[in-house]
């Protein structure tokens, strides 16, 4: 796969190098030289890389294959982490190379999973790029969505049918354009379509919410990494659970704005749609079921010891509000695949006396958020997809000759898009089993082994130690992170579409 006759993953390389030299630089200032000469010595041998296979493939790779563009892509969220570790690795002695490895899959996967037990004690230039990785992951993610998933009918995209469906479950699941539809255009023409489109609107959020962050008294490196976490929905941070947001409520308030904006295409634009188109956030049935979501799960925090509330003394008013929003930011957080804590959120759990609400934490994290976004998980749409489905099975079970009033797509979205989101829903839950198998033969707990399988496949790395207590680097064993940085890539790339692009029929297309 090439853009304008350059390959993607020699590109990939040269750009990963330039981002090197922010962390080198800000060391250098910093007078940290070993540092600094860990990450410049890596950019050096990155470009290196990066250009001889420029040399090497340029405008040969014009015309690939729809199976060519995933290998790309799978190459990008698996090989590039190597080249983004070394710095890591060599920066911090005491971490073994596969650990820092670990780390920045996590990061380019905008999982957002971490091996350093104290982040605080992390040299600021190491935290400075695990958030930059994590940027540059969500900015893959987006630019995947939109130039590889969209186009053939994948990444949620099957369940609108926007190019029409097909009947046939296996036509579904090789998609609607490698099944015989009408064909996409040229990788390079839609990859710069697709960075035109997301790249403007995705620095920009970044950037606005690194100066709000600021002027609300973040220091600069918090706020930037901030920034990354949330745009990117990794929730990578420089500090453990909430410690890092310092300026409480209203920084938490400005970052859950952002977290809605990160979790909808209407923020990007879809297909056919213009970059923050958001009047249409209200009929969107995604962000319908993430706010029932969020006010009921956070909600039914807040009432659940309701009554054993109403005997505190005198001051519990301003107590109960810090709980209610420390449930509705928190729920919010790990409904968007991101993972951050609220400072609030040990008042809401001792307000509604949960001992560990894991069950609640992996559940959202599995829903995930919208399609074309950067968050994880089955995705909302699909969920979408699904209720209406089964609202309409029982509305026929009580009156059997009904027909549905609603328009053509709205009835497909209830047949063929119930469908398929079903068929991903039993592929992603296959995928989490295979995954427990495998962690369990590591010597993995079946408990533990839930939580890690899930926050990798969803793409919830903080939900790992917020369920658990539990440290990446300790708890799992160096086998255990090997499967994991599969099951990583997986949820990343969407089992539906490593499915398709398997299908030998779709190799030479």
Known sequence: MSWRGVPVFGGVLVTLAVLM????????????????????????????????????LFRRLDHASAVGEFTVLIATLAFTPVAAAIPVAAAAPLLSFEAAYFEMVSMITTTGATVFERLDEVHPAILLWRGIIAWLGGLVALVMAYALLAPRGLGGFEVRGDRGRSAALGRLVGSPVWAGGAPVEAAGDRLTAAI????????????????????????????AVLAAGTLSTSGVSTGANASFISSGFAGELTIAVFLVLAATRHTYGGTGQRPLRLTGLSEDPEMRILFIVVIGTGGWIYVRHWLGVLELEDGAGAGSLRALWGGLFTTLSFATTTGYLSADWESARAWSGLDNPSLIFIGLAIMGGGIATTTG???????YALFKHSAREMERLVRPSSVSSSRAGKRGLRREGAEIAWVFVM???????????????????????????????????????????????TSVSAEGRGVLVVVMVLGRVEILALIAMLNTDNWRR
């Open 377 to 383: 998980g089955v995705k909302l749409l699909r969920a």
């Open 196 to 223: 035109r489109s997301v790249l403007p609107v995705y620095s920009g959020l970044s950037f606005c919410l690194m100066l709000l962050l600021m002027m609300l008294g973040h220091a600069p490196l918090n706020a």
């Open 427 to 473: 592929l992603f839950l296959v995928t989490l089993a295979l995954a427990m198998l495998a962690l369990s033969l590591t010597g993995m707990s079946f408990e533990v082994g839930l939580s890690a399988a899930v926050a990798a496949l969803s793409n919830t790395g903080p939900l790992f130690p917020a369920t658990t207590g539990r440290s990446w680097l």
């Open 21 to 56: 030299l922010g962390p080198a630089l800000f060391a250098a200032l910093r007078g940290d030289w070993s540092v600094a000469a860990a990450f410049g010595y890596s950019a050096g041998v990155t470009a290196i890389v990066g250009c001889l296979l420029i040399a090497a």
